[in-house]
């Protein structure tokens, strides 16, 4: 082997699986299920919506559920480069999420308003989860999380702009 391949090899980090990286995959899974049931709850939001404001709500929410829809993969991924495995169920996704279903209709405004608190719970919680990750030395996790704090302050930004 020559010198360089030598160094090269002595320097890469052995990937194991310790409890850092199981304390911010079970972290991830929460922001993934919490993603997924916003998801659900915005697409649903986008079906149901009536009123005087339709067109503009139906679109606003349909913007927010692509890119929440966008964003599970990335989540997923990172999960299993940390060693875990993603989640295979609805079931197993509604167990991880601090986030309740939506029970369905509603008016515009209480559809907002649920919209909106579940931005800001999603946001208190990737905070949490990407001070865990920076503790742990882990900036790829932190980093996707911080980014993911930008996009829900934007929507949480949008939705309560809407309700005024």
């Known amino acids: 082997m020559s010198k360089t391949a030598n160094k090269l090899s002595s320097k890469a980090p052995a990937k ?3 409890a850092a990286s199981a ?3 079970a972290a991830l899974h929460g922001i ?3 993603t997924f049931v916003l998801y659900m709850k915005t697409h649903g939001a986008h079906w149901n ?3 005087p404001n339709f067109h503009s709500l139906h679109l606003l929410f349909e ?3 692509n890119e929440l829809w966008l964003a599970l993969d990335p989540l997923a991924e990172r999960i299993r480069a940390l060693g875990d495995y993603a989640p295979h169920s609805f079931a197993e996704i509604l167990k991880r999420a601090a986030l309740k279903e939506c029970k369905g209709g509603g008016k515009p405004a209480e559809m907002l308003d649920d919209l909106l608190k579940s931005q800001e719970s999603l946001v208190a919680n990737l905070h949490k989860a990407a001070r865990l990750a920076q503790e742990a030395g ?3 996790s932190a980093g996707m ?3 993911r704090i930008e996009v829900h302050d934007k929507q949480a930004w949008m939705l309560r ?3 005024k």
Do not use: F, N, P, T
Request: net charge negative; hydrophobic share 45%; glycine share 8%.
């Open 32 to 34: 993934l299920a919490d």
């Open 63 to 65: 913007g927010q559920y």
């Open 145 to 147: 999380l911080l980014a």
């Open 138 to 140: 882990d900036e790829v």
């Open 49 to 51: 919506i009536e009123g």
């Open 161 to 163: 702009a809407s309700l």
């Open 23 to 25: 304390d911010i995959a």
């Open 16 to 18: 194991k699986r310790d």
